[in-house]
């Protein structure tokens, strides 16, 4: 075995990593993914997470968050910096409502004209915490798997690389010596042969694995999106309730 890896000649080097760096990627995701909690299991970690946000505020939520792991306490913590960032920014633009306000007021609309200014701030707020419900958990779920992909692409490319260098290795052999002696190729004959079908064993379980792998991402995006869009209207009515209070 070492001596056809030896052969290969110096691109073995990226072929023997770009195959354990896929190895130990796809192992990674793949416990990853038999790891993602079940519903039963995530309704607990919902309601654990919707219980210290009612009880302790946005600081109880973020400890919950902080000790768990897993994607749905990712996303969740994802959530929480997502929302604190549109309070935020709605209190940066809390006077342009006002005079909204007043411009609907002042055309007959009364309160209906700020129930409608209200509306639309809560609808721009979940419309961004939808948008990053499915960013965080595309990114969590997602995780490496470009990299798979990468592998799977240029994987063959090097293989073919190394057919192209054997074969000026070959070619120059015979410049110099003639191509009476067949050994005098061997050696660059060998070494395209064994980089182009490196490259080939590399690639082709590289792409299935990110097939099969991106595939059990997709089929889980949708059930932590629930969970996702569950806790950001909870997120939303805290808000709602907070302000009612003060």
């Given amino acids: 075995m070492w001596e056809i890896i030896q052969s290969g000649g110096p691109l073995m080097v990226p072929l023997i990593f770009c195959a354990l760096l896929s190895l130990g990627l796809s192992i990674e995701r793949f416990l990853i993914y038999n790891s993602l909690p079940g519903p039963d299991q995530s309704e607990d970690e919902l309601e654990q997470v919707e219980a210290a946000l ?26 929480l910096k997502r929302y604190n960032t549109l309070v935020i920014e709605q209190e940066e633009f809390k006077d342009t409502n006002e005079e ?67 074969m000026i290795v070959a070619f120059e052999s015979i410049a110099a010596s ?3 002696d067949p050994k005098v190729v061997a050696g660059g004959i060998s070494q395209a042969l064994v980089t182009t079908a490196t490259g ?16 059990k991402a997709d089929q889980s995006l949708e059930r932590v999106e629930m969970y996702g869009h569950a806790f950001a209207n909870a997120l939303i009515m805290s808000g709602r ?3 009612n209070n003060t």
């Fill in 178 to 180: 003639g191509a009476g």
């Fill in 100 to 166: 909204i306000v007043k411009l609907a007021e002042g055309g007959g609309g009364g309160e209906m004209g700020r129930f409608l200014v209200m509306q639309k701030e809560l609808a721009d707020m979940k419309d961004e915490l939808v948008m990053e419900t499915e960013d965080s958990a595309r990114t969590y779920l997602g995780k490496h798997l470009s990299v798979l992909n990468t592998i799977g692409n240029i994987a063959p490319l090097i293989g073919l690389l190394g057919t192209i260098t054997g």
């Fill in 241 to 243: 309730v907070r302000e």
């Fill in 200 to 215: 080939l064993i590399v690639a082709i379980p590289t792409i299935v694995f990110y097939r099969y792998l991106a595939r």
């Fill in 54 to 79: 009612r009880s302790q505020g946005q600081s109880g939520a973020v400890d919950i968050c902080e000790s768990g792991k897993g994607v749905l306490n990712y996303v969740f913590a994802s959530l």
